[in-house]
Every structure is written in C-alpha cells, then in structure tokens.
C-alpha cells in the first residue's frame, strides 16, 4: 500500500506542477504568434486549467476503468464550486459583472442537464461521448466570439490583463510546453496506477477514489488560479476560472473519457453525486444571476455555505463507505 500512495502522491505533484508549466508555455507560444490576448486568456489558459482532469480521466479510460474517469471529471466540479468558490468568496466576496459570465451561468446549468439525461440509461455511450464533445464545441466558439464582441466587459478585460502579464521567451516557451506534457502523461499515469491499487486495497470503488482525492488533486490549478485572482480583485477571472473548467469537465472531459472507452455508469454517480452536481450549479445560477433585477454576487456567507457543504457531502461519502 505504501508504494501505491507514494505513486499517488508524486504523481499528483508532478502534474500539478507540469500542468501549470504546460499552461504557461502554451499562452506565451499563442502569444507569439499573434493570438489575441483575450482568447489566450479565456481558451489556453482557461481549457489549460483542466488538463489535469483531462489527462488523468483519458488514462483511467485507456485502462478501462470509467468508475476513475468520471469520479474525477464530477467530483472535480463539485470541488470547483463547493470548495474552490467558496474559498474564493470568503477571501474576497465575488460580484457578477461580466455580461459574458451570465450569459455562461445558464449554459453551465444547460450543460449538466444535458448530462444528467445522459446518465438515465446507465451507460455513456460513443454517441452520447460525440455529442458532449461537439456541443463543447460550440459553446467555446459561442462563448468566444460573445467575449470579443464585449471587449468592455469584465470577463475580457480580466483575460487580456492575464495574459499580457506572460512574458516568456519563443524558446523558453516550447520547452515548457514539451516538458509539460512529457511530464503531465507520465505523473498521470502514476497517480492513476497508484489510484486504481490505494481503491483495491482500502476495499471502496474507483468511482469514490475519483470522486475525492483525485478530485481535489486535479482541481489545485483551478484553486491556485482562482484564490490568486481574488487576492488581485479580479474576481471575474476568479469565477470564469470555475465556470469554464465545469464546461470543460462535463462536455470535453466526460467526452474524452467516453470516446476512448464507452462503458456503464455506476447507479451510485445517478442517485447520489449528480444531484450534489445538479443543486450545486443551479445554486451558482440563482445567486449568480441575481434577484429582482439586483446584480448577482457570491458574499461571504454563501461562500461558508458551499465549504459546509462540501464537507457535508464528504462526509455523507464517508458513511457510505462505512455502512458498506
């Protein structure tokens, strides 16, 4: 058990740190070549933060274990809301300004929807894997040509700002994109071995193993990105960070996942953790987008509601696991 531990936890630093290496060197490159500030804000940088779930949910499904795959991408989007926002709010409470963010609320509570219904029928099928990805798609290109169009808004002034404080050198960047990578597939590889065997032998199923420590292991770039944001009051790069990593997560992730390896979903992912997934986001829609014309805003003490409740469900896992 020690050895699988040790793969766990190495491998999880490794691609924590590669990742935001990855990041980095993919902004600077798009910024060489010209690519508009706003866009590596919101897409490279953005899609970047989530390429640790990305990574590790496409081996788990190369090695056909979906109960891995898709504990991470959920379980990664109720600790997006539940514990990142929420640390994020009670740092600094977060207002809703950006045009382009509330327009991105009812998308994100769309989206989970949609894979709510997927869900039904037990299995994430080739087709149900293609449609995730095309309306990924969709919405990426939708959302980007929103934000261009606002140049103004919050949201699009918070991405350029962001990546115009890149400056890395064409060469310096290549090579932290290359070694990013190298370093992000092999640290994943190792923290799902070392994933897979810790489940083995604690006796409890990959999808809860996916569901918490690799779920909150492979949300640290957005927890990172997200706190130092609201320390520099920039809170609609803050929640954006949150917002698109949950698009992500749910149609490219998931979709990824299910296009390498189609398989059967756990009764439990239906019962238990899509509803903590489905109220947490409907929560974030309704306080995000306000009431009776009142601008949408995550304050304090909403912020100590949604830690509460991440520990809660933690703890709801806990007993679970107990009683079985």
Not at 19 to 47: C, E, Q, R, T, W
Not at 81 to 101: M, N
Not at 148 to 166: I, L
Request: no cysteine; net charge neutral.
């Amino acid at each position: 058990m020690t050895l699988f531990v040790l793969a766990f936890v190495v491998g999880l630093v490794l691609l924590v740190l590669s990742a935001d290496k990855f990041v980095d060197g993919a902004a600077a490159i798009a910024n060489h070549y010209g690519m508009p500030p706003l866009l590596i804000g919101m897409v490279v940088v953005g899609i970047g933060t989530s390429a640790p779930e990305m990574v590790v949910s496409a081996f788990a499904a190369l090695q056909d274990n979906p109960g891995l795959a898709l504990g991470n991408a959920y379980g990664s989007n109720i600790s997006n809301i539940a514990l990142i926002l929420g640390i994020t709010a009670l740092i600094s409470p977060i207002p809703v300004q950006s045009q382009v963010l509330r327009q991105e609320l009812p998308i994100l509570t769309g989206v989970t929807l949609l894979a709510g219904y997927q869900l039904l029928d037990g299995q994430l099928s080739a087709l149900d894997a293609w449609v995730l990805i095309a309306t990924l798609a969709v919405v990426m290109f939708w959302l980007v040509r929103q934000s261009m169009t606002n140049r103004g808004d919050a949201m699009s002034q918070a991405a350029v700002d962001e990546a115009n404080e890149r400056h890395i050198p064409a060469k310096r960047a290549w090579l932290l994109l290359g070694s990013g990578l190298v370093v992000m597939m092999a640290s994943s590889r190792a923290l799902v071995w070392g994933a897979e065997n810790m489940a083995r032998g604690l006796g409890v199923s990959d999808l809860v193993i996916g569901l918490t420590v690799v779920a909150i292991g492979t949300s640290l770039p957005e927890l990172v990105s997200s706190v130092v944001a609201a320390r520099k009051q920039q809170h609609a790069l803050a929640l954006g960070n949150i917002l698109g990593s949950n698009l992500f997560n749910t149609l490219g992730v998931v979709g990824i996942a299910g296009a390498i390896a189609p398989a059967a979903i756990d009764p439990s992912m239906l019962t238990r953790d899509f509803p903590v997934i489905l109220i947490l986001t409907i929560a974030l829609f309704v306080v995000g987008m306000g009431f009776k014309g009142k601008p949408g805003s995550i304050n304090r003490i909403e912020g100590s509601v949604l830690v509460g409740a991440y520990f809660a469900y933690m703890a709801y896992l806990l007993m679970t696991l107990v009683v079985t």
